[in-house]
């Protein structure tokens, strides 16, 4: 009997352990990649050292279905490996080169990765930008009629936003050419708290902000309509109403917050139903924009913090001053303190990696090694 109960005891066991290693092998995806880097100095091996980090990341970002990729913001991948060894092991299971080539100066391979999802979301996560901004607001189209959820994904409002966060030097990026989501689907994750779907948009286009929303209209008083004393209206009165949230990643949490959330209204009056709806939409975007622009600017602050950057070969005041003054010219740089010769405190609002991958593009500096708040370089003067 005991004999008979260990055996079903062991059985039971094996069954859970191999649903288990099931269930985990499910979990991952099969993905095809490809990569490719320069060849400099002949240093074939490190060639291909970046061009297989440049084909993983190719296999995380296919898994998690991106829309604007990391290569647009880093071009040197063998930093994102470096900074990125933990999420990259945890994402890339494990990989083959099924093909490789070296073609004149360009190294190229061909691999095939097994990525587990959910960590390649936070990969990615950890590559995003907080001064990109993803704008999704869809307006219902005036002429939709009753029931007829019908709309317009770009508009005056969003269009309006979206110029103004640009002129701040903000990277946008307008999510409703991509078609990666739909008006049903916004207001369904806003009405519902459903932050999954708001988080997945943000995996998929690097970003750490999101503007949401949703424009509703109504027609107030119709062109003819009797406003009593024998008066008839001679315009269209519309109101047009969005409802939104403005959504950030808490870089010490990692999870979603909602930075604002409500609605505002706006109105207008003209000849055609479709014209008084313009005009309501340009009343709305004198209102909203500035109370978003102020949020954006808030989360920017909080983020924004000191890294110490050490540059070795500074032996003089002069050069001190040149390279402060490359610094300080580096896109996002907020500020630059000297703390002693060859060592400052650079404000900056993103990610460490984002400032070295700047800096080394300058093509006077090498980078000894980097941390979340450090950088170390040497420094190479133009002979």
Sequence with gaps: MKAIIRGVIFASCALLLFASGDTAFAQSKSVDAEGEAAIVNNDVPSAKQEAVARAKWAAIEKAVGVQVKAQSFVQNFVLVEDAMK????GAVKDYTIVSQEKKADIYWVQIRARVEPTRAQQA????????????FIPAKKPKAGRGDEEYEETNVLSE??????????YTVVDIAP???VDAAEIEKAAKGGHTLTLRTL??????????????????????????????????NNVAVKLTYRLLAKNNQTGK?????????QGKGLANSVEDAATEALKDL???ITPKIMEKVAKFMQVNTKKITVKVAGVKDLDTNMDVKGILQNIVWVTGVDDKEMGEFIVSYPE??????????QKGNFKIVNFSPYSISLEYQKDK
């Design 86 to 89: 933990t999420e990259v092991t």
């Design 124 to 135: 990615v996560s950890a590559l995003a930008l907080n001064n990109s901004i993803a704008v």
């Design 160 to 169: 309006t936003l979206i110029g103004k966060l640009r002129s701040q030097d």
């Design 178 to 180: 991509t078609s990666a």
């Design 202 to 235: 943000m995996y998929k286009f690097l970003s750490n902000l999101l503007i949401v929303g949703k424009i509703d209209y109504n027609i107030s008083t119709k062109k003819g309509e009797d406003i009593g004393y024998g008066i008839s209206m001679p315009f």
């Design 256 to 264: 979603t917050e909602v930075l604002d959330a409500g609605f505002e």
């Design 285 to 287: 975007a004198e209102k």
């Design 351 to 360: 990610n460490t990696l984002y400032l070295a991958n700047s800096i080394k």
